[in-house]
């Protein structure tokens, strides 16, 4: 076995989209038409819906067009559409999972979703509503890890295990999107002097 070596890293690649978009890459009506995670309504969900988008960002602002983005969060009573949910039901009529490409001129992106309520610690305190976020591109290595939380939850944010331990106000404000009624916007910058705060889970 000694003349075996371990197999050099790879990047996402330039063609991330295609395996996990195809109909995004116009490869023919897979899955139905519809790519897997475009869609987290899936009928009269319980709940506030709200629009959650914004901008993946280079470290000189430029936008990041072949980016891949997807998300996990809670329904609108903290529960997760999980096997391993233990404290309920989820809503059956939202995924609580959605998955959407950047744009390829403008580096946008948008998720309709439900604003997610507050989730347990693993002390029990009590979370902040949150979205988890995790992006993928061209060149890097291992997906990216965030979290988008909601400028209309200040109360709920100023006792977020999370958003304490950064400790930094200016850092943990990179991981708030404005809100503006059922809209929210936040900007991911992967690197620079805006970087966005990822987190190593």
């Not at 629009?51 to 280079?58: K, P």
Request: charged letters at 20%; a negative charge; hydrophobic letters at 40%.
């Amino acid at each position: 076995m000694s003349g075996l070596h371990e197999s050099a890293s790879q990047t996402a690649g330039p063609y991330v989209h295609i395996g996990c978009m195809p109909n995004l890459a116009a490869l023919g009506a897979m899955y139905g038409g519809t790519d897997l995670g475009t869609e987290m309504i899936t009928g009269e969900a319980q709940g506030q819906r709200i629009a959650v988008g914004g901008r993946v960002l280079d470290g000189k602002g430029a936008p990041l067009t072949d980016a891949l983005l997807e998300i996990w969060q809670a329904d609108h009573a903290g529960l997760f559409n999980s096997p391993s949910e233990t404290r309920g039901a989820a809503d059956p009529a939202f995924t609580g999972w959605g998955r959407q490409a950047a744009d390829g001129q403008t580096g946008r992106f948008r998720f309709d979703t439900i604003k997610p309520g507050r989730v347990p610690w693993p002390d029990g305190r009590l979370q902040a509503p949150h979205i988890g976020l995790w992006i993928v591109a061209r060149g890097i290595n291992l997906g990216l890890h965030t979290r988008i939380y909601f400028g209309d939850e200040a109360e709920a944010n100023a006792e977020d295990p999370v958003l304490r331990q950064i400790g930094d106000p200016a850092r943990a404000a990179t991981l708030i999107a404005t809100a503006d009624r059922d809209r929210y916007s936040i900007d991911v910058y992967l690197q620079g002097e805006n970087e966005t705060v990822f987190l190593d889970v």
